[in-house]
């Protein structure tokens, strides 16, 4: 089990090639909670990722010395695909994130002195005139 930031990612290692089903306890068919190995003909080591408070994730806020959020949820490996066998196991696995603790210090400034800066724009000079026919045409007066 690795609890990364988001996501439980699970590995498992089998002594032989795994061609069964990986899946969260109740959720065997939901796409989301359970993966089919049925292709993977020639490796033993296998893995999936399960989003944090996904198929239906245990959260529980814990308190005390070690303060934060415990994450768990139960996996099923299933050798067959259809039928419960002696090898299967299921699996607890839990994510404990400890709460970041918020450290505060004061510094003292003194303030800083403000300087205005003004400028005294000019107003713009307007001409208007009156052309006869087009733009171009002739001044009127």
């Known amino acids: 089990v690795e609890c ?70 139960t996996i099923i490996v299933s050798f067959h695909s259809t039928f419960v066998t002696r090898a299967d196991r299921a699996y607890r696995c839990m994510c404990f994130y400890r709460n970041i603790k918020t450290l505060t210090s004061g510094v003292d400034m003194s303030s800083i002195g403000t300087t205005e800066l003004m400028d005294m724009a000019k107003m713009p000079t307007c001409t208007y005139s009156i052309h006869s026919g087009s733009a171009d045409g002739p001044t009127t007066v």
């Not at 990364?4 to 498992?12: A, Y």
């Not at 999936?48 to 010395?65: A, E, H, L, P, Y």
């Open 4 to 73: 990364e930031d988001s996501v439980v990612s699970l590995t498992f290692k089998t002594k032989k090639p795994f061609t069964g089903r990986v899946y969260v306890r109740g959720l065997a068919d939901d796409e989301r909670c359970s993966r089919n190995f049925a292709s993977n003909i020639d490796q033993d080591k296998f893995s999936m990722k399960i989003q944090n408070g996904d198929c239906t994730m245990q959260r529980q806020r814990v308190t005390g010395s070690l303060e934060g959020v415990m994450f768990s949820l």
